[in-house]
């Protein structure tokens, strides 16, 4: 990359820093570098973030970037202390949510006329139409040209739904193969992904229409990809401008889906929620005031903001990636539909749209200049404006918004916030853009315009992530910079939080057995002065502390936490005093709740631990007794003689707790097992082997685990991710062994098959029919060759060799009693 001029950029004033803040840098996009942190009014923070834009269900791809800020908000309110103004904008109008939630409005209002029309011409069967009409496949047939000819155009076109399959093939075979579209050894990308998306869609659709005789639904369900577009091209001027209802049906609902996600996400609600459609008026106003003041033209109803007479007073564009300031592809991306139109009339190329003239079919609202919408940056600058005001301290989102949006963004508002009279434009509108990294998995982005996403809900409701877990990872990366989900990186965070997990369960294993100890694990006292653990603890507060100073930098933190917990394993118990454990136990239980791994409040000091870290209260009254019952027949089994009075008083084993008490029912079952193994006098390993199978099977299905230790009771613990995938993977490779020995078993049978049916055939015979040889001995063996001359003695040897394996063979064979 060139070098580029940097903009200028201002620290907040001196007489606005607390001397008492913490020293923190950040990362800022706006110096691409390290800046102290000081925001305008002492221990307050305005923030302002990005928000979705609402017409699908979030991917993991936002999960990164909302968590990642959710991070960082925590950070600065709960751990520097910070009272942090969080605001956050809902897109719900833009070129995207306007073509979807009119589409499917359209498509909609079309099946509900085809419907009432099938029931008036035969009616519906069990609620579901009988068959598809013509009209319909016929629609469909078009749509799926159509379609083909704008997406596909390496296909010949009116191509049938019947040779659809054989002819995508043909065409772009080489791209599903994981070539690029030219097939000239350039790699593929996002052009070959779209084209994969496309041909799914397409193909689909070429495939219902073969279907002899789909209800409705499925026949939709299945071409939906190519209707929407087509219904949308012939209907979409009737949608009325003023009716917003159509547009809000859609973002509402993903709207109120996507704090769903982020709830379930931990991720914490805004302060304050902005959405577009809530702003009409005062977007126009803001556009209004830049136009004013000189920075804004209009043009057949639309109106775009001036760079070069911004420029021209001093101001900057692109201040974020100037280096991208002439690309025309990610300019056009930012204009959206008014990419189209001839743009000779712009006084730059770069120029773009504060105020867009709406189309027929497009949501509109009045404006000095005619029925329009706004466009897409615009919506930020006034919303943030409104709320935060001339000046606020963070900007936030992913870093693909850095440009053109955010740059976009800069260059109005501050248009907007200076004096049209000053002779130099200098006003600083955001003093910190934060841009979170992109989040790919196998080297691919996710985008909701790939349709090559994950989405959140789909992640966590299938089990391939967890909040805790799925926060982990990020945890993990810098949260500026772009993070790959690799097997590796999952491995690193499933053990970062069994150990974690495991920290915790030995503290609370200790403080359970507090009444037995006297100052720390094992009955020793231990001087009441700082130990070597004392001094570590405050060793890694203080390297804990400078990392989330050095811009929020949590690999490291995460690195503290697991470096303390490694130095406290390592130690003897007999030279950690309890009150030393529960010091770090607590301090960690703390840091890990101000990360947001726990959605549960953050519990007292000396409590310690997080959700997940103990089984079910309901379980305990049945299952912590159950444990100490379990321990005792061990014990004795062990030991070789069971005495069931020492085992004490057992419970009515004949009372049924209810198939809704599982824990009962096993304490239950296992007294039972106890006694009817006791009345048939049964050897010290049956018991044993009782112990086991309620260990591995009874408790292992209740999602409980009981961790045997030698000279300790047994430690009763909840399942983890971690223990599951160790059983797993010992199952899998005993299945691998058995697997194995029964393969290599299969093999020396057939071997021994093989090898007896070569045994059938007697060597007295075996030479005869060979023409090569004209006489033979008493054993068959030749003699002479095909002309009547007698062999040569090594010819004979040789065969003589060959007619011994065989005899063997065949007395093997004879032997075997199956000729």
Not at 763 to 774: G, L, N, Q
Request: net charge neutral; proline share 5%.
């Amino acid at each position: 990359m060139a070098a580029v001029q940097q903009p200028p950029w201002s620290a907040p004033q001196s007489d606005s820093i607390d001397p008492k803040a913490p020293n923190i840098r950040v990362y800022n996009s706006l110096t691409r570098t390290k800046t102290p942190f000081y925001p305008l009014k002492p221990k307050k923070v305005s923030w302002y973030a990005c928000g979705p834009t609402v017409y699908d269900d979030a991917h993991l791809g936002h999960a990164r970037n909302y968590v990642s800020q959710d991070i960082i908000r925590r950070i600065l309110k709960d751990y520097f202390h910070f009272d942090v103004n969080f605001v956050m904008n809902i897109t719900d109008v833009d070129d995207k949510i306007i073509l979807a939630a009119r589409q499917q409005h359209l498509l909609a209002e079309w099946l509900k006329e085809h419907r009432k029309a099938r029931e008036q011409e035969d009616g519906v069967s069990n609620g579901v139409e009988k068959a598809i009409s013509s009209e319909i496949r016929q629609t469909t047939a078009e749509a799926l040209n159509a379609y083909a000819q704008k997406n596909l155009p390496l296909l010949d076109s009116q191509v049938a739904p019947e040779q659809f399959g054989e002819e995508a093939d043909k065409k772009y075979g080489h791209v599903m193969k994981g070539k690029s579209v030219t097939d000239d050894g350039t790699p593929p990308g996002d052009k070959e992904a779209k084209v994969k998306m496309h041909l799914t869609i397409a193909r689909t659709a070429a495939e219902a229409q073969l279907l002899p005789d789909p209800s409705l639904e499925d026949y939709v369900s299945r071409t939906t990809g190519v209707l929407l577009p087509y219904i949308d091209s012939l209907r979409s001027s009737t949608v009325k401008g003023n009716d917003h209802g159509i547009f809000t049906i859609l973002t509402k609902r993903h709207e109120e889906r996507f704090f769903e996600d982020m709830k379930a996400l931990n991720v914490r609600y805004p302060d304050k929620v902005t959405r577009v459609t809530e702003y009409g008026p005062q977007i126009v106003d803001f556009v209004k005031r830049i136009q004013d003041n000189g920075f804004a033209y209009e043009h057949e109803g639309s109106v775009y903001y001036d760079i070069g007479a911004w420029e021209s007073k001093g101001g900057y564009y692109a201040r974020l990636e100037p280096w991208n300031r002439n690309d025309k592809e990610m300019l056009a991306d930012g204009e959206g539909a008014l990419v189209a139109k001839n743009t000779g009339f712009k006084r730059s190329a770069a120029d773009f749209a504060l105020w867009k003239a709406s189309k027929p079919g497009e949501p509109s609202w009045p404006s000095p200049w005619g029925e329009g919408r706004p466009g897409w940056h615009i919506e930020c600058s006034a919303m943030a404006s409104d709320v935060l005001g001339k000046q606020f301290d963070i900007h936030s989102g992913g870093i693909d918004l850095a440009f053109p949006h955010h740059d976009n963004e800069l260059a109005q508002s501050e248009a907007y916030w200076c004096n049209r009279s000053d002779s130099h434009v200098g006003h600083q509108w955001v003093n910190y853009f934060l841009h979170t990294g992109h989040l790919s998995i196998s080297g691919a982005k996710m985008s909701k315009s790939l349709k090559n996403f994950t989405t959140i809900r789909q992640a966590l409701s299938e089990g391939a992530w967890t909040p805790r877990g799925l926060r982990i990872v990020f945890l993990l990366g810098n949260w500026k910079d772009g993070l790959e989900i690799t097997p590796d990186l999952v491995k690193a965070g499933l053990a970062w939080e069994e150990r974690v997990n495991n920290f915790f369960l030995k503290v609370r294993d200790l403080q359970s057995r507090q009444p037995h100890i006297n100052g720390n694990g094992n009955g020793n006292s231990v001087a009441s002065q700082k130990t070597e653990m004392d001094l570590r603890l405050d060793e890694a507060q203080a390297k804990f502390g400078d990392a989330l100073s050095d811009s929020f930098d949590t690999p490291s933190a995460m690195r503290v936490i697991t470096e303390l917990i490694t130095a406290y394993n390592s130690t003897p118990d007999k030279q950690i005093a309890l009150s030393t454990s529960t010091s770090l136990a607590s301090w960690i239980t703390k840091m890990v709740h101000m990360f947001g791994l726990d959605s549960q409040p953050s519990p007292p000091t000396g409590q310690v631990g997080w959700s997940g870290n103990d089984i079910p209260e309901k379980a305990k009254p049945f299952i912590l007794p159950l444990a100490r019952l379990r321990d005792r027949v061990r014990e004795q089994a062990i030991a070789g003689r069971i005495n069931l009075t020492a085992l004490g008083k057992m419970e009515d084993v004949d009372t049924t707790f209810g198939a809704n008490q599982p824990y009962a029912n096993a304490n239950a079952d296992f007294q039972r097992t106890v006694v009817g193994l006791h009345k048939k006098g049964a050897p010290p390993k049956d018991y044993l082997a009782a112990c086991d199978d309620l260990r591995d099977r009874v408790l292992w299905n209740l999602d409980i685990y009981l961790e045997d230790r030698e000279g300790l009771p047994s430690l009763v613990r909840p399942l983890s991710q971690s223990l599951r995938q160790e059983k797993a993977d010992r199952e899998a490779v005993a299945a691998s062994k058995t697997a194995a020995k029964e393969k290599a078993k299969a093999d020396a049978a057939a071997a021994e098959r093989e090898k007896l049916e070569k045994g059938k055939l007697n060597p007295v015979e075996m030479f005869k029919a060979d023409e090569e040889f004209s006489e033979w001995d008493e054993e068959g063996l030749p003699t002479k060759d095909a002309s009547g001359e007698p062999l040569a003695k090594s010819r004979v040897k040789k065969l003589k060799k060959d007619w011994e394996r065989q005899k063997k063979l065949h007395e093997a064979y004879l032997a075997s009693g199956r000729q």
